[in-house]
Each structure stands twice: as C-alpha cells, then as structure tokens.
C-alpha cells in the first residue's frame, strides 16, 4: 500500500522535546521533496518545514528556527522532524506531505493537492 504515516506525537510540557517520523510505504521517500505542515484548531495550515530531494537543503518557518530540525535516513525510508524547546503555540495536527510537484523553497507552501499526504499526528504542548 502506497502511504504516508506519521507517528511520535503526543503530549508534552513546554520546553519538552517530541520527535516525529514521517515513514513511507510502497515508494521511495528521498526521490520526493518533504514538507511538515502543522494545523492548530481554528487557524489556517501552516508550512513548519521542508526537505528538498536533491540535496536535502531545507527550510523552517521563523517560528520554529533554532528549535526544530526535519532529517531523512534513506535506510528508513523516513523523514524526521525534531522539536526541541516546545512552546504553548507549537500544539497540532502535524503531517507530512510528498506534494507532486512541489519545490521545497522559504515559502514553505504547497500549491498541489497531489502526491502522498499522511494523516497527520497530534502535537500538544501544556504544564
């Protein structure tokens, strides 16, 4: 079966850590450029990270700079998104996406609905 599947959300204290994994299934990730968005309840998606095919240069929206870090390992066949220091406005629905096409860029959107898309795992952040 050709999927995307995310895991490794949960909850967390701020300043805490998750680490969560985008895992394919039924096609070979590093042939695609990757991105994390994350949607909170009520506020439109948002563009976290991106991953590009090639060289695997990458992007982070401004809100997260410095915090978290999206990886590959190829062996895997998974994408890695690290979140370190989480804040009260880091909580969502995460998910990763193989748009097709898409150019991973600063930008950090996605105009095609194409491609592979996960379901996303939740991310909640509270003492």
């Known amino acids: 079966q050709v999927q995307l599947v995310e895991s490794g959300g949960g909850l967390v204290q701020p300043g805490g850590s998750l680490r969560l994994s985008c895992a394919a299934s039924g096609f070979t990730l590093n042939t695609f450029a990757i991105i994390w968005f994350r949607q909170a309840p009520g506020k439109e998606r948002e563009g976290v990270t991106c991953i590009s095919s090639m060289d695997s240069k990458s992007y982070y929206a401004d809100s997260v700079k410095g915090r978290f870090t999206i990886s590959r390992d190829v062996a895997e066949n998974t994408v890695y998104l690290q979140m370190n220091g989480l804040k009260p406005e880091d909580p969502g629905l995460y998910y990763c996406?193989?748009?097709?096409?898409?150019?991973?860029?600063?930008?950090?959107?996605?105009?095609?609905?194409?491609?592979?898309w996960g379901q996303g795992t939740q991310v909640t952040v509270s003492s």
């Open positions: 996406a193989a748009p097709n096409p898409f150019t991973c860029s600063a930008s950090l959107q996605a105009q095609s609905h194409s491609g592979f």
